[in-house]
């Protein structure tokens, strides 16, 4: 079985530029979760997606957006980039709105931003 | 709110001794509480999970987990330590459902084995 996917795996934009991440969940899965690993503030929760919604959001300025397809991929932007959105940002997958289920996560895309 | 602490940075221990890593949480209800495992430049990975039931949970790669209710821990534990351990692992907890379910996680602890 496939894992989550994300793309790409390093980015490197300027203040100021827009980004997109994206992310392919576990086949199955419905519920996509987005992270930001930021060195020195850990692993903070951004976004979270089931069955193309968005149902919840992380202390995160609207610039941070995102969507959920009908196949339940997921992207994230980014607007406005600053030069503290450097970090890596991980997509997690989980079956349906189950709070006991596990989530599976991608390798992650690493964004630097000069 | 459902919060966790991981009060140790690191942890270092010798090949084939038992490992701790500590854990402690904060919770309003039932908690939900999960171990990851992170490697340089890679993604997490699941490594065990108490949802109810047996306080003793065992995981992937000989991990397990003792979910303490009293002192309100869930200490992640290996009886014996292998190289290939060294990494950074997260304890987390799911929070309730006005939060979506979401993942609040601690800080890290680096585990480092050595030979």
């Known amino acids: 079985e496939a894992g989550v996917t994300q793309s790409p795996t390093h980015l490197i934009k300027t203040r100021g530029q827009q980004v997109t991440l994206r992310c392919s969940p576990i086949?199955?899965?419905?519920?996509v979760y987005w992270y930001q690993q930021a060195l020195g503030l850990g692993l903070q929760f951004l976004l979270w997606?089931?069955?193309?919604?968005?149902?919840n959001r992380g202390n995160f300025p609207p610039r941070f957006s995102g969507r959920q397809f009908p196949n339940y991929s997921s992207e994230l932007n980014v607007n406005a980039l600053e030069l503290e959105d450097s970090a890596l940002y991980l997509c997690?997958?989980?079956?349906?709105?189950?709070?006991?289920?596990?989530?599976?996560f991608g390798p992650g895309t690493r964004l630097t931003v000069t | 709110a459902q919060s966790v602490a991981q009060p140790e940075d690191q942890v270092n221990v010798a090949e084939g001794n038992p490992l701790t890593v500590k854990c402690t949480y904060s919770?309003?209800?039932?908690?939900?509480l999960f171990w990851y495992v992170q490697y340089p430049n890679r993604g997490l990975q699941f490594l065990l999970k108490?949802?109810?039931?047996?306080?003793l949970v065992k995981g992937s790669y000989g991990f397990e987990a003792e979910f303490n209710k009293s002192q309100t821990s869930f200490h992640l534990k290996k009886p014996s330590a292998l190289v290939s351990d060294s990494a950074l692992y997260f304890c987390?907890?799911?929070?309730?459902?006005?939060?979506?379910?979401?993942?609040?996680f601690g800080k890290g602890t680096s585990l480092l084995v050595t030979p």
């Open positions: 997690a997958s989980s079956l349906r709105l189950i709070r006991s289920y596990e989530q599976y």
């Open positions: 086949s199955g899965h419905t519920s």
């Open positions: 997606y089931d069955e193309g919604e968005e149902r």
């Open positions: 919770v309003s209800g039932n908690p939900y």
């Open positions: 108490y949802i109810t039931g047996d306080n």
């Open positions: 987390a907890v799911r929070t309730n459902s006005n939060s979506g379910y979401a993942l609040n």
